[in-house]
């Protein structure tokens, strides 16, 4: 059974950090391209952040460049959103996918707030 578990959202302050985690079971993790999506109240999903599953290559939106790292631990099958610097704009449910030709997993989400 195929599952992806976000973990480490939270309410903190301007200025603050977060990591998100996102473990995953039920599939062959190396072989998945793994990204970090948000949505805001209101507002359409979007694509916070991705990894490659053969380079390790990032790309991240350009709202978040430089304030946000996303990385892969193959051996706990786990992908992290390291964010820095947040921003009252960042709130939001952060959601974890794992994507292959022909397939796409999402987790459920984890609420990021950022507000003082």
């Known amino acids: 059974q195929v599952q992806l578990v976000e973990s480490g959202g939270g309410l903190v302050q301007p200025g603050g950090s977060l990591r998100l985690s996102c473990a995953a079971s039920?599939?062959?993790?190396?072989?998945?391209?793994m990204r970090w999506y948000r949505q805001a109240p209101g507002k359409e999903r979007e694509l916070v952040a991705a990894?490659?599953?053969?380079?390790?290559?990032?790309n991240y939106a350009d709202s978040v460049k430089g304030r946000f790292t996303i990385s892969t631990d193959n051996a706990k099958n786990t992908v992290y959103l390291q964010m820095n610097t947040l921003k009252p704009e960042d709130t939001a449910v952060y959601y974890c996918?794992?994507?292959?030709?022909?397939?796409?997993?999402w987790g459920k989400g984890t609420l990021v707030t950022v507000s003082s």
């Open positions: 039920g599939f062959t993790f190396s072989r998945y391209h």
């Open positions: 990894i490659t599953s053969s380079s390790g290559s990032t």
């Open positions: 996918n794992a994507v292959t030709v022909g397939a796409s997993y």
